[in-house]
């Protein structure tokens, strides 16, 4: 969402998705009309900036997250991208491949209504074409991790009724465990449609051996009168799966085509929109002449272990997931002490474990570069995180902490699409570094802080912003040499490989 603000479509997204008043809550059932056992609080979208009583009330930045789906998503980056100037978008077309020149590629693609065959020429090519991706194969890309972690029957559903029949209050997603089976129920328009997740057992050899709807109606708690329509199905593996390298001169990879696992935390698609602001400002300083070609081998570096480090706490929430699906207590839907008991321990169990996700500050703000040859760091060590513990820390490498400004602003909003160097002290002469960045043509903007509260993160007078909001230098005096400092940061000296 913070992307999304600083493109200037965010409010555009917050607008769409579940109706403005329907709860985002995430529960646990032992079927979808079934008991309740925990609940996590999260405010529907009308309330998401003034209901502050949910375990993410403390967001760290001005956009808290926005539960939506990609069938209503996707529309919306379509559009925008339609209406950005200088690019063009082709569909109904089929990659084929590439070849590399010295100064460029050269993509072979097929139009599938006229057949005819098409070359693109241009400086790079990058590949976000998911997990079957043509452009890992052809860079000699490996994946490297778990093969399997999970088997999952997904149906995408139009149930006119079920919105009358589960259990109330309204929740956007339902856990729904019980003694027979185990899967999880998503609203997807607030309605009629909605899309069910069945885990597959262990014993269960293969997803031609379980019975579809047989499931559906187990886990949703329905019997054999029950009208639904299949509008889609999918089965997949839920694996943790990273590519040994993201790129091979002038061709990358970017999202599910070089990383893959189960998306908790929303950190499917977060980690793809990450990748890609990453090196969006390192291909664009290359292309617009400030930066060398080195600068680029930064991206493989600095992404590649996150997506690593990222793809373990995915994994290690999985397995509790999957304990705690694979080890319901027989009793747990029995009207009996025995039973209220069960889902009270459940419950409780279940709340601590998914709290982390549906609260995942610490995923989407805690974690750092720390082997950049573009960032300069002063032996500081960036703080430990996890899914939900964020520490804001100024230290090089980690993400820019965010606070508002005495006129109302959000900082990030003052920053410029370029690096900007804050300056906390006006007192501070910043000439002799701005005049670097200016000989080299760097875009380098001042931003002279006024704000009534700081965070405690930000000790230093001066700190540089990276287009991404990394920060990249900090200090109380400009370097000595700032030159030295502009280079570094453009990647004068860094390795393209």
């Known amino acids: 969402m913070e992307t999304f603000r600083r493109l200037g479509f965010a409010d555009v997204v917050r607008a769409a998705g579940l109706p403005e008043d329907y709860p985002n809550d995430v529960v646990l059932r032992t079927r979808a009309t079934g008991y309740e056992l925990t609940r996590i609080h999260i405010p529907c979208r009308r309330d ?21 789906n990609q069938i209503f998503l996707e529309p919306i980056l379509s559009a925008q991208a339609a209406a950005t100037r200088g690019l063009k978008i082709v569909n109904r077309t089929e990659f084929l491949g590439f070849e590399q020149h010295a100064d460029g590629v050269t993509a072979h693609a097929r139009d599938l209504n006229t057949g005819e065959e098409l070359n693109v020429r241009a400086a790079y090519l990058i590949g976000c074409e998911g997990a079957r991706s043509l452009v890992r194969h052809a860079i000699g890309a490996k994946l490297i991790g778990n093969e399997v972690i999970q088997r999952v029957q997904s149906s995408y559903i139009r149930a006119r009724d079920l919105i009358d029949r589960v259990t109330k209050p309204d929740a956007w ?152 699906r694979t080890n319901v207590p027989g009793d747990l839907e029995h009207d009996t002490p025995g039973g209220e008991a069960a889902r009270r321990r459940v419950g409780e169990d279940a709340y601590r474990l998914h709290v982390q996700q549906f609260a995942c500050a610490g995923l989407n703000y805690g974690y750092y570069y720390d082997r950049s040859p573009i960032i300069a760091y002063d032996g500081e060590p960036a703080p430990s995180y996890s899914m939900y513990d964020y520490t804001p820390s100024t230290v090089p490498g980690c993400r820019l902490p965010h606070f508002w400004l005495r006129d109302g602003r959000s900082l990030y909003d003052a920053l410029v699409p370029d690096h900007t160097l804050l300056r906390f002290d006006p007192a501070v002469d910043v000439s002799a570094l701005l005049g670097a960045a200016a000989h080299v043509g760097v875009p380098l903007a001042l931003l002279d802080i006024e704000a009534d509260e700081l965070p405690v993160a930000y000790r230093h007078r001066l700190v540089l912003s990276r287009p991404d909001l990394h920060v990249a230098w900090r200090g109380d005096e400009p370097p000595e040499n700032a030159r030295a400092l502009v280079d570094l940061i453009r990647g004068e000296s860094a390795d393209d490989h």
Request: hydrophobic share 40%; with cysteine; proline share 6%.
């Open 173 to 324: 997603m339902s856990y729904l465990y019980n003694p027979q089976r185990a899967g999880n129920l998503v609203a997807i328009d607030g309605r009629e449609t909605w899309l069910i997740h069945n885990y597959l057992l262990p014993q269960e050899a293969d997803f031609e051996s379980v019975d579809r709807d047989s499931c559906i109606r187990t886990l949703l708690g329905v019997g054999p009168d029950f009208e639904y329509e299949l509008l889609g199905k999918e089965d997949w593996v839920g694996r943790r799966l990273v590519a040994d390298r993201f790129r091979d001169g002038r061709a990358f990879i970017c999202g599910d085509a070089a990383h893959l696992w189960v998306p908790y935390a929303g950190y499917g698609m977060n980690a793809g929109i990450a990748d890609a602001m990453n090196l969006s400002w390192m291909l664009a300083a290359t292309l617009k002449g400030w930066a060398p070609e080195g600068v680029l081998g930064a991206h493989e570096l600095e992404r590649q272990p996150i997506t690593e480090q990222v793809s373990r706490f995915a994994m290690k929430h999985a397995e509790g997931a999957i304990r705690e």
């Open 48 to 68: 998401r900036f003034t209901d502050l009583s949910g375990p993410d009330g403390w967001w760290p930045t001005p956009e808290p997250p926005h539960r939506i």
